[in-house]
């Protein structure tokens, strides 16, 4: 659970937002975001809440999407791209049409590549032909 915080200027944060992403390793590929936005205050789930969806990749905003929270809570997905794997910001921002965001680092895993996967399936089976010759020379001896 994450507190917002005013945007330019000092002050409390007027909500709570409970965020969560599906698969919890982000990776390429789609990724599910919930978001639940809380009253401070009351504890009780803010019906209605616009918002902006922000992700930020080396300080540029890389997308951009404005929702409504119509119980308190929604979802957003988004489909990461090879260009996209790395260090980012994910900030929920404007939240109820106010001023005030959070904001959260995630980090987006890079596939690994067919090449890759080749290299470590050649060097298992290499190791295991390699410790059966070993066995084979021991036997005879």
């Known amino acids: 659970?994450?507190?917002?915080?005013?945007?330019k200027e000092s002050g409390e944060g007027k909500y709570i937002v409970d965020l969560t992403w599906f698969p919890n390793t982000l990776g390429l590929g789609e990724s599910e975001f919930?978001?639940?936005?809380?009253?401070?205050?009351?504890?009780?789930?803010v019906?209605?809440?616009s918002h902006d969806f922000v992700l930020i990749k080396d300080g540029k905003k890389i997308h951009r999407k404005s929702?409504?929270?119509?119980?308190?809570?929604?979802?957003e997905n988004f489909l990461f791209v090879k260009g996209e794997a790395g260090d980012l910001?994910?900030?929920?921002?404007?939240?109820?049409?106010?001023?005030?965001?959070?904001?959260?680092?995630i980090h987006v895993a890079p596939e690994?590549?067919?090449a890759i996967i080749m290299i470590l399936g050649i060097l298992i089976f290499g190791t295991i032909i390699i410790s059966k010759i070993r066995l084979v020379k021991i036997n005879f001896n």
């Open 1 to 7: 659970m994450l507190e917002s915080m005013p945007e």
């Open 34 to 45: 919930v978001i639940t936005f809380y009253d401070k205050n009351t504890d009780l789930p």
């Open 47 to 49: 019906r209605e809440a």
């Open 67 to 75: 929702g409504i929270a119509n119980a308190g809570g929604t979802f």
């Open 89 to 105: 910001t994910l900030k929920i921002e404007k939240i109820d049409g106010t001023n005030q965001f959070v904001e959260v680092p």
């Open 112 to 114: 690994f590549s067919f």
